[in-house]
């Protein structure tokens, strides 16, 4: 079977993608590119291209998504199939950009796990279940990844190129999923993802936020399954 390449969100590893670890790695074999050695999401899809089997299924969330789009757009002859879970197309805008600044120069100050309980964690999920043991999860990610990963991240987000050409030219199976109470990446920027890849499924997941790999872990499972199949 096709492996399965995953890429996961910002101050993220593969313990964002336990679920399906579980689901897929006894079919496939499954890996989880970290997303942590380069400042440009240029150069991170360039390692991910070094190091992935010779082709691919791709499937990256948030900014693992961001990096996805810019391996399809270096490398579409390698990927077979894409997923784009929680993601955003578009070059970063520049109001965004300016709130970046304080969180790195709190973090460089020592300040990460507080920028992550008080600035980010509080727009990842939904108020579903899973919400108290995702949130540890997500702090216990972030402070395992520290303070460097955390500004080399943000340096490459801030500096992401527009992607939208390359998911117009995109020509393969591809499914673009985001959970319904997603505030950083909403429904809204999904459907024109979904638009602009031509025979693209949009997937909705209900009572999930910004991680419905983690909130909603069947659900998301199932999707998946029917897009490596499809």
Not at 173 to 181: F, I, S, T
Request: hydrophobic share 45%.
């Amino acid at each position: 079977m096709t492996p399965l390449v995953m890429l996961p969100g910002m101050m993220c590893d593969a313990r964002l993608f336990a679920p399906q670890f579980a689901a897929f790695s006894g079919q496939r074999m499954v890996a989880c590119a970290p997303l942590v050695e380069r400042v440009t999401v240029e150069g991170l899809a360039r390692d991910i291209l070094a190091n992935a089997p010779p082709r691919f299924a791709l499937a990256g969330l948030s900014m693992g998504g961001i990096v996805a789009m810019e391996v399809l757009r270096q490398g579409g002859e390698r990927v077979e199939r894409i997923a784009l879970l929680d993601t955003n197309p578009l070059a970063e805008l520049e109001e965004v950009k300016a709130r970046r600044f304080p969180q790195m120069m709190a973090v460089r100050d020592g300040g990460l796990a507080t920028v992550m309980r008080d600035e980010m964690k509080p727009n990842y999920l939904s108020s579903g279940p899973r919400r108290y043991e995702t949130l540890d999860l997500c702090m216990d990610m972030a402070l395992d990844l520290g303070p460097h990963v955390f500004l080399t991240q943000s340096r490459a987000l801030m500096d992401r190129p527009d992607q939208t050409e390359t998911l117009r030219n995109a020509k393969i199976p591809a499914l673009v999923l985001c959970g319904r109470e997603d505030i950083l990446c909403p429904v809204e920027r999904h459907e024109m993802m979904a638009d602009l890849i031509e025979g693209a499924h949009l997937e909705i997941i209900e009572n999930a936020g910004h991680l419905p790999t983690l909130e909603q872990p069947e659900k998301t499972n199932a999707a998946l399954a029917r897009w490596l199949e499809a």
